[in-house]
């Protein structure tokens, strides 16, 4: 049975949010340059099964694991919990994809605590096709092969706004990438580079406050030595970190 006082104030929340609506398709953001973060820790944990995500869901980089890192993209599942983004990804049938991280959802046990790491950061997770590209990003393709793909827990129905800590926690995850990656540069959604296929992460991602966030140290975790001293090494090196699930951070 339907409450219609529920109906009503939903009615009305969505009404005020058409005014606010943006165009996902025009998501996009360059970091300004000489201004990255300090390396800190972000709350993040390791999907216990991320080595058959590695294995299954993820291809070697085609590019510098670290100086080729240039982007990263933003998107939203269409789905409402974490486990249903995961079982569609290894689906055969299903998304067979995968991103870096996911965000999750406000009635999920993680909200406010932490974003769970899939696929370690050197490897290109698959969240984009391989033809698609954008003028804004200089017309390249393979665009997983120099991102890095952040998923959003959010049903993208007009009632379903992203929480105020799924917005902070993004943005802090692209300061965190940041601080470690010398060439990033741009951060866009799915939709930019593929606006036939996907809106994500849809309208009621507030882009115009996201990448205000971005801009901001006001909300960095204090510099961190051993994440300092992970960047430095990560900067000098050419090769591929050697890291195995259950590693506090992924590279
Ligand atoms: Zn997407």
Request: proline share 6%; with cysteine.
């Given at each position: 049975m339907t409450d219609f006082t529920d109906v009503r104030r939903a009615s009305a929340i969505s009404r005020v949010r058409e005014g606010n609506?943006?165009?996902?398709?025009?998501?996009f953001f360059k970091l300004p340059t000489g201004a990255a973060p300090r390396p800190f820790k972000i709350p993040e944990k390791i999907y216990p099964d991320i080595a058959w995500y590695n294995a299954n869901r993820a291809s070697n980089r085609i590019y510098h694991a670290v100086d080729g890192i240039e982007g990263v993209v933003i998107h939203a599942?269409?789905?409402?919990?974490t486990d249903g983004a995961l079982n569609w990804w290894r689906n055969p049938n299903g998304g067979k994809a995968s991103a870096h991280w996911i965000v999750p959802d406000?009635?999920?046990?993680?909200?406010?605590r932490e974003v769970l790491a899939v696929?370690?950061?050197s490897l290109a997770a698959w969240?984009?096709?391989?033809d698609k590209t954008h003028a804004l990003v200089?017309?390249?393709?393979?665009?997983n092969h120099w991102t890095l793909g952040i998923e959003i827990?959010?049903?993208?129905?007009?009632?379903?706004q992203f929480s105020d800590w799924q917005v902070a926690i993004t943005a802090l995850l692209v300061r965190y990438c940041w601080a470690k990656y010398p060439n990033l540069k741009f951060v866009f959604s799915h939709a930019l580079v593929d606006p036939q296929r996907r809106s994500d992460?849809?309208?009621?991602?507030d882009w115009g406050r996201f990448t205000g966030m971005i801009a901001?140290?006001?909300?960095?975790?204090p510099a961190d030595n051993e994440a300092l001293a992970l960047v430095a090494n990560v900067k000098a090196r050419s090769g591929f970190p050697n890291l195995k699930p259950g590693d506090d951070c992924c590279m």
């Amino acid at each position: 049975m339907t409450d219609f006082t529920d109906v009503r104030r939903a009615s009305a929340i969505s009404r005020v949010r058409e005014g606010n609506l943006g165009n996902p398709k025009t998501y996009f953001f360059k970091l300004p340059t000489g201004a990255a973060p300090r390396p800190f820790k972000i709350p993040e944990k390791i999907y216990p099964d991320i080595a058959w995500y590695n294995a299954n869901r993820a291809s070697n980089r085609i590019y510098h694991a670290v100086d080729g890192i240039e982007g990263v993209v933003i998107h939203a599942t269409a789905g409402g919990s974490t486990d249903g983004a995961l079982n569609w990804w290894r689906n055969p049938n299903g998304g067979k994809a995968s991103a870096h991280w996911i965000v999750p959802d406000e009635d999920e046990y993680g909200h406010g605590r932490e974003v769970l790491a899939v696929v370690y950061e050197s490897l290109a997770a698959w969240h984009v096709r391989n033809d698609k590209t954008h003028a804004l990003v200089g017309n390249r393709d393979h665009i997983n092969h120099w991102t890095l793909g952040i998923e959003i827990v959010n049903s993208q129905t007009n009632l379903d706004q992203f929480s105020d800590w799924q917005v902070a926690i993004t943005a802090l995850l692209v300061r965190y990438c940041w601080a470690k990656y010398p060439n990033l540069k741009f951060v866009f959604s799915h939709a930019l580079v593929d606006p036939q296929r996907r809106s994500d992460p849809g309208p009621q991602f507030d882009w115009g406050r996201f990448t205000g966030m971005i801009a901001s140290d006001a909300d960095d975790p204090p510099a961190d030595n051993e994440a300092l001293a992970l960047v430095a090494n990560v900067k000098a090196r050419s090769g591929f970190p050697n890291l195995k699930p259950g590693d506090d951070c992924c590279m």
